[in-house]
């Protein structure tokens, strides 16, 4: 784990006396897409909240390029490279699509690959839509102005939140292809899914998580080419 970007090392985590993570250990490398997999209330989403300084952990470290971020603000977590999709999307709805970019843009201290033109090359979809307010779109537009918008901030590590849940099918096989394309780009994911077949379409490896711990790793592969394993651990 010590060349990996993000380091996750013995985590636990709670919200008041109702205990959610107990010791999950795992690492991200740069450029790859990594999947925590799971149902409902594993303790997916409170990982990334831990990560991103929304949940201080009660143990454990959280280790961005070496250096241990456990317990640091969020505004802190997004000026040091890493950026957050939530799963409630949570865009300005009174705002147009361009203006949700525009106000990103202005409040980014990084600079690189991700401009306004980038991400509307990305999403086509959000050109077309540019002068429509978010309250007015539909749920995979609102997803894609979403991770559109925390581009903006040009994040080395994006963590995606649920980002397939309560979409259509055919929004769901849309947005992964954009997903894909980010991969493709050398963006590094981490991604808390239980959409199995959108997560196994993406990740290079994944942790299967239940009642806050890891209860099995390895290649995404492994789970895509063994059913058996995949009902075993999953129980689909």
Known sequence: MTDALL??????????????????SFDVAAGECVCLLGRNGVGKT??????????????????????????????????????????????????TVWENLDVAARAARRRGRWTVEAVYELFPTLHELRSRQGGFLSGGEQQMLTIARTLMGNPELLLLDEPSEGLAPLVVEALLVNIRALKDEGVTILLAEQGVDFSLALADRVYVLEKGTIRHSGPAAELRDNPALRDRLLAL
């Open 7 to 24: 380091a996750i090392e013995d985590l636990h985590a709670a919200y008041g006396l109702s205990r959610v993570l107990f010791g999950i």
């Open 46 to 95: 409170t990982t990334m909240r831990a990560v991103m300084g929304l949940l201080a952990p009660t143990a454990g470290h959280i280790r961005w390029k070496g250096a241990d971020i456990a317990g640091w603000p969020p505004h802190r977590v997004a000026r040091a490279g890493i950026g957050f999709v939530p799963e409630d999307r949570r865009v300005f709805a009174e705002l």
